[in-house]
Protein backbone atom coordinates (compact mmCIF):
# COMPACT_ATOMS: atom_id res chain seq x y z
CA UNK A 1 0.00 0.00 0.00
CA UNK A 2 1.25 3.25 -1.19
CA UNK A 3 1.92 5.79 2.16
CA UNK A 4 -0.74 8.04 3.04
CA UNK A 5 -0.41 11.64 1.94
CA UNK A 6 -3.23 13.42 4.01
CA UNK A 7 -5.53 12.00 6.70
CA UNK A 8 -8.51 13.44 8.25
CA UNK A 9 -9.33 11.59 11.60
CA UNK A 10 -11.99 12.11 12.91
CA UNK A 11 -13.03 15.55 11.93
CA UNK A 12 -16.08 17.71 12.92
CA UNK A 13 -17.19 21.06 11.56
CA UNK A 14 -19.86 23.21 13.65
CA UNK A 15 -20.76 26.45 12.44
CA UNK A 16 -21.77 28.82 15.75
CA UNK A 17 -25.54 30.84 15.01
CA UNK A 18 -26.82 33.82 16.51
CA UNK A 19 -29.73 32.84 19.07
CA UNK A 20 -29.59 28.85 17.80
CA UNK A 21 -27.60 25.87 18.15
CA UNK A 22 -24.66 25.24 16.25
CA UNK A 23 -24.87 24.04 12.27
CA UNK A 24 -23.06 20.78 12.41
CA UNK A 25 -21.31 20.53 9.09
CA UNK A 26 -18.92 17.45 8.96
CA UNK A 27 -19.32 15.08 11.66
CA UNK A 28 -16.76 12.52 12.99
CA UNK A 29 -15.56 12.17 8.97
CA UNK A 30 -12.24 10.39 8.98
CA UNK A 31 -10.74 9.16 5.47
CA UNK A 32 -6.96 8.76 4.09
CA UNK A 33 -5.41 9.74 0.77
CA UNK A 34 -2.38 8.27 -0.68
CA UNK A 35 0.63 10.17 -2.02
CA UNK A 36 -0.19 10.84 -5.73
CA UNK A 37 -4.40 9.87 -5.42
CA UNK A 38 -7.15 11.51 -7.53
CA UNK A 39 -9.76 11.25 -4.49
CA UNK A 40 -13.18 12.75 -5.94
CA UNK A 41 -15.24 13.83 -3.01
CA UNK A 42 -18.85 13.31 -3.88
CA UNK A 43 -21.65 14.81 -1.71
CA UNK A 44 -25.31 16.47 -2.33
CA UNK A 45 -25.42 19.73 -2.13
CA UNK A 46 -25.09 21.97 0.89
CA UNK A 47 -23.46 18.91 2.94
CA UNK A 48 -19.94 20.60 3.73
CA UNK A 49 -17.79 20.04 1.11
CA UNK A 50 -16.20 23.01 0.51
CA UNK A 51 -15.76 23.45 4.32
CA UNK A 52 -14.15 20.05 4.25
CA UNK A 53 -11.75 21.77 1.35
CA UNK A 54 -11.39 25.16 3.33
CA UNK A 55 -9.73 23.49 6.26
CA UNK A 56 -7.43 21.17 4.03
CA UNK A 57 -6.25 24.75 3.02
CA UNK A 58 -6.22 26.08 6.33
CA UNK A 59 -8.38 28.58 5.46
CA UNK A 60 -10.90 27.25 8.69
CA UNK A 61 -10.64 26.31 11.69
CA UNK A 62 -11.86 21.83 12.54
CA UNK A 63 -14.09 21.89 15.66
CA UNK A 64 -12.69 18.58 16.59
CA UNK A 65 -10.14 15.90 15.18
CA UNK A 66 -7.78 16.47 12.98
CA UNK A 67 -6.02 16.86 9.28
CA UNK A 68 -2.67 16.00 9.23
CA UNK A 69 -0.56 16.69 5.66
CA UNK A 70 2.72 14.42 4.86
CA UNK A 71 2.24 13.85 9.39
CA UNK A 72 1.96 18.01 9.73
CA UNK A 73 -1.22 18.96 11.45
CA UNK A 74 -3.25 21.82 9.13
CA UNK A 75 -4.07 24.58 10.96
CA UNK A 76 -5.28 28.03 10.19
CA UNK A 77 -1.53 29.10 11.64
CA UNK A 78 0.31 26.55 9.33
CA UNK A 79 -0.42 27.12 6.39
CA UNK A 80 2.59 27.42 4.14
CA UNK A 81 4.12 23.60 4.92
CA UNK A 82 2.32 22.50 1.82
CA UNK A 83 2.18 24.55 -1.03
CA UNK A 84 -1.46 24.42 -2.20
CA UNK A 85 -3.11 25.00 -5.30
CA UNK A 86 -6.58 25.65 -5.30
CA UNK A 87 -9.43 25.88 -8.44
CA UNK A 88 -13.14 27.20 -7.58
CA UNK A 89 -16.43 26.85 -8.78
CA UNK A 90 -16.56 30.41 -9.75
CA UNK A 91 -13.25 32.08 -11.23
CA UNK A 92 -12.27 34.62 -8.42
CA UNK A 93 -10.15 36.83 -11.21
CA UNK A 94 -9.30 40.02 -10.78
CA UNK A 95 -11.09 42.13 -13.27
CA UNK A 96 -8.79 44.93 -13.22
CA UNK A 97 -6.12 42.61 -14.21
CA UNK A 98 -5.24 40.95 -17.46
CA UNK A 99 -5.36 37.37 -18.17
CA UNK A 100 -1.30 37.02 -17.72
CA UNK A 101 -1.28 38.95 -14.44
CA UNK A 102 -4.04 36.90 -13.24
CA UNK A 103 -2.71 33.60 -13.98
CA UNK A 104 1.33 35.50 -12.38
CA UNK A 105 -0.29 37.23 -9.46
CA UNK A 106 0.43 33.90 -7.19
CA UNK A 107 3.93 32.98 -8.92
CA UNK A 108 4.92 36.35 -7.91
CA UNK A 109 4.13 35.58 -3.96
CA UNK A 110 5.73 32.36 -4.27
CA UNK A 111 8.87 34.83 -5.47
CA UNK A 112 8.89 32.78 -8.54
CA UNK A 113 11.85 34.69 -10.74
CA UNK A 114 10.22 36.61 -13.44
CA UNK A 115 11.49 34.84 -16.31
CA UNK A 116 10.45 31.72 -15.03
CA UNK A 117 7.00 32.94 -13.80
CA UNK A 118 6.66 34.45 -17.59
CA UNK A 119 7.79 31.02 -19.09
CA UNK A 120 5.27 29.10 -16.44
CA UNK A 121 2.05 31.43 -17.67
CA UNK A 122 2.63 31.08 -20.94
CA UNK A 123 3.08 27.41 -20.93
CA UNK A 124 -0.53 26.72 -18.57
CA UNK A 125 -2.26 29.48 -20.28
CA UNK A 126 -1.36 27.76 -23.59
CA UNK A 127 -2.13 24.16 -21.63
CA UNK A 128 -5.98 25.61 -21.09
CA UNK A 129 -5.89 27.15 -25.07
CA UNK A 130 -6.03 30.79 -24.15
CA UNK A 131 -2.07 31.72 -24.85
CA UNK A 132 -3.77 34.66 -27.37
CA UNK A 133 -6.08 36.04 -24.45
CA UNK A 134 -2.99 36.74 -22.25
CA UNK A 135 -3.73 40.77 -22.30
CA UNK A 136 -7.37 40.46 -22.50
CA UNK A 137 -9.44 41.65 -19.26
CA UNK A 138 -11.50 38.79 -17.71
CA UNK A 139 -14.75 40.51 -18.16
CA UNK A 140 -14.28 40.36 -21.90
CA UNK A 141 -13.88 36.22 -21.67
CA UNK A 142 -16.52 33.86 -21.53
CA UNK A 143 -17.44 32.31 -18.50
CA UNK A 144 -15.60 29.08 -19.68
CA UNK A 145 -12.60 31.10 -20.58
CA UNK A 146 -12.28 32.60 -16.98
CA UNK A 147 -12.68 29.36 -15.64
CA UNK A 148 -9.44 27.91 -17.94
CA UNK A 149 -7.83 31.24 -16.55
CA UNK A 150 -8.82 30.09 -13.20
CA UNK A 151 -7.34 26.60 -13.67
CA UNK A 152 -4.31 27.82 -15.72
CA UNK A 153 -3.20 29.83 -12.03
CA UNK A 154 -4.11 26.61 -9.60
CA UNK A 155 -1.77 24.45 -11.68
CA UNK A 156 0.81 27.25 -12.41
CA UNK A 157 2.18 27.34 -8.97
CA UNK A 158 3.13 23.33 -9.40
CA UNK A 159 1.22 22.61 -6.40
CA UNK A 160 1.92 19.90 -4.06
CA UNK A 161 -1.57 19.69 -3.36
CA UNK A 162 -4.58 20.50 -6.00
CA UNK A 163 -7.56 21.43 -4.27
CA UNK A 164 -10.29 21.55 -6.86
CA UNK A 165 -14.14 22.25 -6.07
CA UNK A 166 -16.46 21.27 -8.74
CA UNK A 167 -13.73 22.97 -11.23
CA UNK A 168 -16.33 21.93 -14.40
CA UNK A 169 -19.64 22.38 -13.52
CA UNK A 170 -20.54 25.46 -15.08
CA UNK A 171 -18.87 24.82 -18.38
CA UNK A 172 -20.28 22.78 -21.60
CA UNK A 173 -19.70 19.69 -21.84
CA UNK A 174 -17.42 19.55 -24.80
CA UNK A 175 -15.10 21.92 -22.67
CA UNK A 176 -15.55 20.22 -19.52
CA UNK A 177 -14.46 17.22 -21.22
CA UNK A 178 -10.76 18.55 -22.45
CA UNK A 179 -10.00 19.56 -19.37
CA UNK A 180 -10.84 16.36 -17.77
CA UNK A 181 -8.54 15.40 -19.82
CA UNK A 182 -5.63 17.77 -19.44
CA UNK A 183 -6.35 17.44 -15.89
CA UNK A 184 -5.46 13.82 -16.11
CA UNK A 185 -2.58 14.38 -18.58
CA UNK A 186 -1.00 17.20 -15.80
CA UNK A 187 -1.80 14.97 -12.83
CA UNK A 188 0.21 11.45 -14.26
CA UNK A 189 2.98 13.92 -15.53
CA UNK A 190 3.47 15.57 -12.30
CA UNK A 191 2.35 12.89 -9.66
CA UNK A 192 1.07 15.23 -7.71
CA UNK A 193 -2.08 14.72 -5.23
CA UNK A 194 -5.30 15.91 -6.24
CA UNK A 195 -8.48 16.21 -4.26
CA UNK A 196 -11.94 17.12 -6.52
CA UNK A 197 -15.41 17.76 -4.89
CA UNK A 198 -18.22 17.23 -7.80
CA UNK A 199 -21.50 16.16 -7.81
CA UNK A 200 -21.23 14.75 -10.77
CA UNK A 201 -21.04 11.49 -10.61
CA UNK A 202 -19.90 10.45 -13.78
CA UNK A 203 -17.07 12.62 -13.57
CA UNK A 204 -15.69 11.86 -10.19
CA UNK A 205 -15.71 8.32 -11.71
CA UNK A 206 -14.23 8.78 -14.80
CA UNK A 207 -11.42 10.94 -12.96
CA UNK A 208 -10.10 9.57 -9.36
CA UNK A 209 -8.14 6.66 -8.30
CA UNK A 210 -10.68 6.68 -5.11
CA UNK A 211 -14.09 7.87 -4.48
CA UNK A 212 -15.48 8.97 -1.52
CA UNK A 213 -19.34 9.75 -0.84
CA UNK A 214 -20.56 11.33 1.95
CA UNK A 215 -23.74 12.12 3.39
CA UNK A 216 -26.05 15.13 3.33
CA UNK A 217 -25.21 17.91 6.32
CA UNK A 218 -23.34 16.79 8.48
CA UNK A 219 -20.79 15.06 6.06
CA UNK A 220 -19.64 11.77 6.92
CA UNK A 221 -18.01 8.95 4.97
CA UNK A 222 -20.89 6.64 3.22
CA UNK A 223 -19.23 5.26 0.53
CA UNK A 224 -15.25 5.07 -0.24
CA UNK A 225 -14.90 3.36 -3.03
CA UNK A 226 -11.08 2.51 -5.23
CA UNK A 227 -11.54 2.71 -8.46
CA UNK A 228 -8.86 0.51 -10.12
CA UNK A 229 -8.69 0.89 -13.79
CA UNK A 230 -5.79 2.59 -15.25
CA UNK A 231 -5.70 6.03 -16.72
CA UNK A 232 -5.56 7.22 -19.11
CA UNK A 233 -8.96 6.07 -19.38
CA UNK A 234 -12.00 6.46 -22.57
CA UNK A 235 -14.83 8.05 -21.03
CA UNK A 236 -16.76 5.35 -22.64
CA UNK A 237 -15.22 2.09 -21.04
CA UNK A 238 -18.03 0.17 -19.82
CA UNK A 239 -16.51 -0.45 -16.69
CA UNK A 240 -16.79 3.30 -15.68
CA UNK A 241 -20.85 2.56 -16.94
CA UNK A 242 -21.06 -0.20 -14.63
CA UNK A 243 -19.14 1.59 -11.37
CA UNK A 244 -21.17 5.17 -12.40
CA UNK A 245 -24.86 2.78 -12.17
CA UNK A 246 -23.72 1.29 -9.20
CA UNK A 247 -23.16 4.57 -7.62
CA UNK A 248 -26.20 6.13 -9.01
CA UNK A 249 -28.32 3.62 -7.58
CA UNK A 250 -26.18 4.02 -3.96
CA UNK A 251 -26.54 7.76 -4.02
CA UNK A 252 -30.22 7.62 -4.82
CA UNK A 253 -31.11 4.95 -1.70
CA UNK A 254 -28.95 7.25 0.25
CA UNK A 255 -31.04 10.36 -0.42
CA UNK A 256 -34.10 8.27 0.01
CA UNK A 257 -32.69 7.21 3.28
CA UNK A 258 -31.89 10.86 4.40
CA UNK A 259 -35.46 11.98 3.72
N1 LIG B 1 -18.74 30.54 7.19
C1 LIG B 1 -19.90 29.92 7.40
N2 LIG B 1 -20.72 30.26 8.42
C2 LIG B 1 -21.87 29.62 8.65
N3 LIG B 1 -22.33 28.60 7.91
C3 LIG B 1 -21.58 28.21 6.87
C4 LIG B 1 -20.34 28.84 6.54
N4 LIG B 1 -19.82 28.23 5.45
C5 LIG B 1 -20.70 27.27 5.11
N5 LIG B 1 -21.76 27.25 5.96
C6 LIG B 1 -22.89 26.30 5.91
O1 LIG B 1 -22.35 25.00 5.92
C7 LIG B 1 -23.11 24.14 5.09
C8 LIG B 1 -22.20 23.44 4.11
O2 LIG B 1 -21.71 24.39 3.17
P1 LIG B 1 -20.66 24.00 2.05
O3 LIG B 1 -20.43 25.20 1.24
O4 LIG B 1 -19.49 23.35 2.67
O5 LIG B 1 -21.50 22.91 1.21
P2 LIG B 1 -21.13 22.14 -0.13
O6 LIG B 1 -21.18 20.69 0.15
O7 LIG B 1 -19.87 22.69 -0.69
O8 LIG B 1 -22.36 22.52 -1.08
P3 LIG B 1 -22.43 22.72 -2.68
O9 LIG B 1 -22.33 21.35 -3.29
O10 LIG B 1 -23.76 23.32 -2.91
O11 LIG B 1 -21.30 23.62 -3.07
C9 LIG B 1 -24.18 25.01 4.44
O12 LIG B 1 -25.38 24.81 5.15
C10 LIG B 1 -23.67 26.42 4.63
O13 LIG B 1 -24.72 27.32 4.76
MG1 LIG C 1 -19.41 23.80 -2.40
Known sequence: MSDSYLTIEDLSKE?????????????????????GALLSILGPSG????????????????????????????SRRSRSAVKIGVVFQDPRLLNWRTVRDNVRLPLDELKVPRDEAEERVDRYLDLVGLREFGEYYPLRLSGGMRQRVSLARGLAIEP??????????ALDEITARKLRMELIRIWQATGRTIIFVTHNIREAVFLSTRMLVVTARP???????PIDIPH??????????????????????MEEAAE
Do not use: Y
Open 15 to 35: FKREGEPPLRVIDNLSARVED
Open 47 to 74: CGKSTLLNIINGLDDVTSGRITINGTTI
Open 160 to 169: DLLLADEPFS
Open 219 to 225: ATTHLDL
Open 232 to 253: PRVPEDDRLFEIEKEVTRDFIR
